[in-house]
C-alpha cells in the first residue's frame, strides 16, 4: 500500500508542475489562438535567471522565482509586439516565426552557457524529505513547494479569468475579437497581457525548478511538448481542463514507469493521448 501510495503521490507532483507550466500556454492558444512553439524555451531561460541569482548572488529558488516570472511576463510581451503580432492573421507564419524563436533562445543558450548541466546546491529545500508512515512513503520537499505553488498559481488565475473584470475582457476577446472590440475592449491590450501572464506563469514553475532539477540549454523541450498535449487534451483555453489533463498525465507517467518499465512510461503518455483526442477532438473540456 506504502509503495502505491509513493507511486500515487510522484506522479500527483508531475501533474500539478505539468499543469503550471500548461496553464499559460493553454491561455495564450484560448485567446490568439495561435501556438506559442517557444514556449519550453521560456521555461528553460527563466531557470537559468533562476540559477544564476542562485549562484551567483545565492538568492534561494524560494524567492528567485518572483525574478524568473517578472522576466518571462516581459519576455512574453516583448515576444508578442516583435514576433507574434507582426504575423498574426498569416496562417503558419506565428507557428514558424515562434519557432524560429525557440531555436535563437536554444542556440544563445548553448552557445553562452555551454550543454552543461548545472546543479544548484545549498537551497534551502535541498534534500529535505518528509517521512510518513515509518518511512513507507517519502514527500520531497521541493517536489510538495512546487505543487502547493502550482494549485495557488492556477486557484489565481482561474479566479482572474472568471471573477474579474480583466477576465471577462480576456473570455470575450477569446470567443469573438471583433464583437470584443465594439463593445470596447481594447483587444490589443489584451493580447499583450495574455503573453505577459502567459510567459509569468512558467515563469513561476521555472524559478522553483532550480532547487531539484538540473538546468542546461535542452531542459524545456520535454516540458514544452508535454505542455502542448495537456493544453490539447484538456482544451484549448480550459485552466481546470488543463489542471485535469497534466495530473492524469503525471499519473500515467509514474504508474506506466513504476509498473511496467521507465523506457515505456511515454509510450503509455502519448497513447492515452492519441485515445482521448479520438474521443473527443476538442479535448476533455472543450467546447
Known amino acids: 500500500m506504502g509503495l502505491f501510495l ?18 499559460g500556454l493553454s491561455l495564450i492558444w484560448g485567446v490568439l489562438d495561435i501556438i506559442n512553439f517557444a514556449h519550453g524555451e521560456f521555461l528553460m531561460a527563466g531557470m537559468y535567471v533562476s540559477f544564476f541569482l542562485g549562484f551567483l548572488f545565492k538568492i534561494d529558488p524560494l524567492v528567485s522565482w518572483v525574478a524568473s516570472a517578472a522576466f518571462l511576463f516581459l519576455l ?20 514558424l516565426a515562434t519557432f524560429g524563436l525557440s531555436m535563437v533562445i536554444k542556440n544563445f543558450a548553448m552557445n553562452r552557457f555551454t550543454p552543461n548541466f548545472r546543479i544548484l546546491s545549498g537551497t534551502i529545500m535541498e534534500g529535505k524529505v518528509i517521512s510518513l508512515g515509518q518511512g513507507a512513503v517519502m514527500i520531497p520537499v521541493p517536489n510538495l513547494v512546487t505543487a502547493l505553488f502550482s494549485l495557488v498559481v492556477l486557484g489565481l488565475l482561474y479566479w482572474m479569468l472568471t471573477r474579474t473584470r480583466f477576465g471577462w475582457a480576456v473570455q470575450a476577446t477569446a470567443m469573438d475579437v471583433e464583437a470584443a472590440r465594439l463593445m470596447g475592449v481594447n483587444t490589443e491590450r489584451i493580447f499583450i497581457l495574455v503573453f505577459g501572464i502567459g510567459g509569468a506563469c512558467v515563469g513561476v514553475a521555472a524559478g522553483l525548478l532550480p532547487s531539484y532539477l538540473a538546468t542546461h540549454p535542452d531542459v524545456g523541450s520535454l516540458f514544452g511538448l508535454i505542455a502542448f498535449m495537456v493544453v490539447a487534451m484538456g482544451g484549448f483555453g480550459s485552466i481546470p481542463g488543463a489542471l485535469l489533463a497534466a495530473i492524469l ?14 523506457v515505456f512510461k511515454y509510450v503509455a503518455v502519448f497513447g492515452v493521448y492519441l485515445l482521448v483526442i479520438m474521443i473527443r477532438p476538442k479535448g476533455l473540456f472543450g467546447w
Open 6 to 23: 509513493q507511486v500515487l503521490l510522484d506522479g500527483l507532483w508531475s501533474g500539478l508542475l505539468y499543469g503550471l507550466i500548461a496553464a
Open 76 to 95: 512574453g510581451v516583448v515576444t508578442y509586439k516583435f514576433v507574434v503580432k507582426r504575423t498574426l492573421g498569416k496562417a503558419m507564419a506565428p507557428l
Open 249 to 262: 498525465i503525471g499519473l500515467i507517467e509514474s504508474f506506466a514507469g513504476f509498473y511496467i518499465a521507465p
